[in-house]
């Protein structure tokens, strides 16, 4: 898996671009974010959008990628309708409106999102994990050959976890949700904020464990 990142501005969420075909949240600073996806690849070929739950600051920028290309737009069940909710997705918060498109494509949690091939040829593919907590429908990506998490705001580098105060959220399941992420082996934690964490990234997820059960107790 060839996993780029586009740096984020102001309160962007950060935004991964794998194998220059699907990319994993989209920020909301809308000039800057389409600028950057430009460095990296055409936007045209962009064939996914996986929004790892439906905050504004993560969700801000996925129209226009949408208007630019053919790609698909992809986010768990339970958030998908929050993405036109100007109060509930955050925007207003941001002094903008939700205006993002209904999902093409919504999960449960369980479904295995293939990738492609890697570089010797195996497939490989990002595994849905219904995290809820932050919010009721936010996911983790899971990719088992390189052991690399994509967390969103369920938790961040060094013991971080997100926020289980707003209206959307489900505090009272966020610590089980942390712990399904401890079931699994991971070397590299890409975060939706802050910095990744490379190697040894069980560790991190351990802390924030620990963090989650004396928060959401
Ligand atoms: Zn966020
Ligand atoms: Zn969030």
Redesign the pocket.
Known sequence: MKVEEIIPQY?D?NIYIINRKIII?TGMTEDYVLRCIEEVMPIEEIELIILT?A?Y??SGCANAILSRSNAKLAIHEADAPFLSEDNLSGALNFGSRASCSPPDITYKGGEMIAIGPNEEGVEEYLEVIHTPG?TVGCICLYEANSKTLFS??TVFSDGGI?RTDFKISAAEKMTESIDKLTKLDVENLCP??GRPTIGNANRSIELSKMMSSRMNP
């Open positions: 309160y969420s949240d739950h905050h600051d993560h932050h969103g705001d997100g939706g904020h």
